[in-house]
């Protein structure tokens, strides 16, 4: 089945790091349409040997020394945790708690190197989340490993690795449409939040108004998808990480508008080819698998016997299921080679099942954010570009220049603290020249930003910041092409977006100005006694919309970013040829759309083009000196240790390979930051985040 695009539709809702007060509107696309996959009969080939009053959810861990002796885990609400072995043999009991939901995950590392294979259990009655270290030793082995003491009473709760460096993050979800995150870390031979507060409680990183009642949830540790099925209205997506608040799709919705019923399970079903499968319980519909790829719907199981499927756990060699409704509940399982009998799976039919355990790593460098600005003054969709300014006399107290497109330009020093903000225009990108003859020989840093609320090019001097003097100066545009309202050069441009500077080799200084209809304006500027004249030497264009761009003054190259498409090279002489080439191609996996911010880190020894790849949240690097040879991506990420959240969805980036002293010796990396978080995890408003380039070139070298 191929989902259409139903509608699209306005959730007001309160999402995580909200006051309860405080709403966020959330376009949420609904994906359904009537389902064109037959359902199918199919029959159970083993069931476990004993049976419980409430039977609940379930998890099952892969032994990977002896998969014969892995081990099915199953809540039985009032009446504890019950044991089963690959048969469905009991073979242990945890008597004593309330216990209704449970998830696994594997080499959970401690600083020391100890590692544990994990189980989470939601202990609702204990508003609790209680961990137990797995063991197999001539038998099941539990060792209770700490207790998560929350606000909340939860009903289900997920685990989410991180596949490349390990951080463990836990989802609990509550009856009444509550989803909570909780960072952990594996200390002293215990499960403890990373956030606490001065008593010692957990501090949650995350919190989620879903909706109505919350029945289960699952992540997908490879594609970092959070699923959450909001029982009588559909399954939703949303991106794991904490800082990700904008990213609520759902995944099939409750007939009539989609193909469910009443959603009871979720569990996630890999393949070692990469494919796999979103397994969905239902009470009314039975079994149903989506693609993880593009959730598109693939089989429907009902399953001889089973009246509603309440709960379900992916095994290594078939789907357990519980059979709640039976005068005697147990859980059935329905093994691979039977479901691959089936007419919709006989094409695609499963096999080479993967353990969680070894799920592949992203391959991105993580980098620990080392500092950060101060945020901008305007919520929402803000800060966007950042610009550097070297200071030659004294290169620790060079600047950040940077962006706020609701309101003007921020002035930084390199820790972070806001020496100006000129509020005026809306400028959305922003680039330096270091250095600009005036009509007496005299020299300054001159700097243009698009201003989209003229729809113009505005010009600054950038200045040492003093506290008599500030850093940004307003020059006037003067001549014919300035515009009539405001002292800035009108542009031709249906829109303004992207832009970026360029200084030929006599000196001569030039603008690139994109517009949303992929053209692009370059503008070769006069310095004047009056102030700034600017005329239009030449246009380019790509089919689509562009925004990031950067000049290899070197080689008189633009780079300019296509963003759904890739990034072009052009020549920046204005006597050049107006045709482009294109280097790097947004292809999903290195560059993933949008392409957004560009720049270039040559130091003399390495020579980077680094582009932002939006959709993924990293920074992926090309070798100029190479023909554009993917060099390896990187992330910024959280330093919990010193209050530093990482970036993510990033805009504008700058590289700086000039040294600024001892702080960053080789220079450093300015990105964007589209979700900013506190030390608290608390939401604040956008702001840029920096990256020590020794740590970037480390990290990329591994």
Known sequence: MRHSLLSSIIIASLLSGCDSDDTKTVYVEVQSATSEVEAEQLTTSATTDTSYEDIGDAAYWINSASRENSLLFVTLEAEGLAVYNPLGKQLDRLEGLEVTGADVRYGINADNGEAVDLLALALPDDNSIGFYSIGYYDGAVLEEIGTLNTEYSMEGVCLHKNTTNGELLLTGVTEDGVAVQYKLKYDAGEIKSVLTDNSGAPIAVRELEVGGELSACIVDDETTTLYIAEQDVGIWAYGVNPEDINSRRMVDSIEPLGNLQEIEALDLLYMSDGNGYLVVGDEGKGM??????????????????????????????????????????????????????????????????????????????????????????????????????????????????????????????????????????????????????????????????????????????????????????????????????????????????????????????????????????????????????????????????????????????????????????????????????????????????????????????????????????????????????????????????????????????????????????????????GFNVDAGYEYENQNFKIGDWNDIQLALEK
Request: net charge negative; charged share 20%; proline share 3%.
């Open 288 to 673: 149903m698998l989506y693609s993880r790829d593009d959730w598109q719907l693939r089989a429907n199981i009902y399953l001889d016997g089973v009246d509603e499927i309440k709960s379900l756990a992916v095994a290594d060699d078939g789907i357990w299921v519980a059979n709640s409704e039976a005068d005697e509940p147990v859980y059935g399982k329905l093994s691979y080679q039977t479901l691959n009998e089936a007419n919709s799976i006989r094409d695609t039919p499963i096999s080479q099942v993967l353990s969680p355990a070894n799920l592949s790593s992203t391959g991105v460098a993580l980098v620990k954010v080392v500092g950060e600005t101060a945020p901008v003054d305007d919520d929402g969709d803000a800060a966007d570009d950042p610009a550097f300014w070297l200071n030659e006399s004294s290169p620790e107290n060079s600047l950040i220049i940077a962006t706020n497109k609701q309101g003007g330009l921020m002035a930084y020093d390199l820790n972070g603290t806001e020496l100006q903000y000129l509020n005026e225009g809306e400028p959305n990108n922003v680039d330096i020249i270091q250095s600009v003859s005036d009509t007496d020989g005299d020299s300054f840093a001159l700097a243009a930003a698009s201003n989209r609320e003229f729809n113009t090019i505005a010009l600054y001097k950038i200045q040492e910041a003093t506290e008599s003097q500030n850093p940004i100066v307003k020059l006037d545009a003067v001549g014919e092409n300035a515009h009539e309202e405001v002292a800035q050069l009108a542009s031709e441009l249906n829109e303004v977006y992207g832009l970026c500077t360029y200084q030929s080799s006599d000196g001569t200084p030039y603008v690139f100005i994109n517009g949303k209809s992929g053209d692009i304006e370059q503008w070769r500027l006069t310095v004047q006694e009056s102030g700034i004249a600017g005329n239009i030497v030449r246009r380019l264009k790509v089919d689509s919309q562009p925004e990031g761009c950067v000049v290899d003054d070197s080689t008189a190259t633009l780079y300019v970013g296509e963003e759904d498409v890739g990034v072009w090279k052009f020549s920046a002489d204005e006597s050049a040829a107006t045709d482009g080439e294109m280097i790097i191609e947004v292809d999903g996996e290195q560059l993933v759309a949008d392409a957004e911010g560009i720049t270039i880190y040559n130091n003399g020894t390495v020579n980077y083009l680094i582009v932002s790849s939006q959709g993924n949240h990293t920074y992926a690097v090309y070798n100029i000196d190479e023909s554009y040879q993917y060099v390896g991506s990187f992330a910024l990420v959280t330093d919990d240790v010193n209050g530093l959240d990482g970036a993510s969805e990033t805009d504008g980036i700058h590289a700086v390979s000039a040294s600024t002293g001892d702080v960053f010796p080789n220079g450093f990396f300015i990105a964007q930051d």
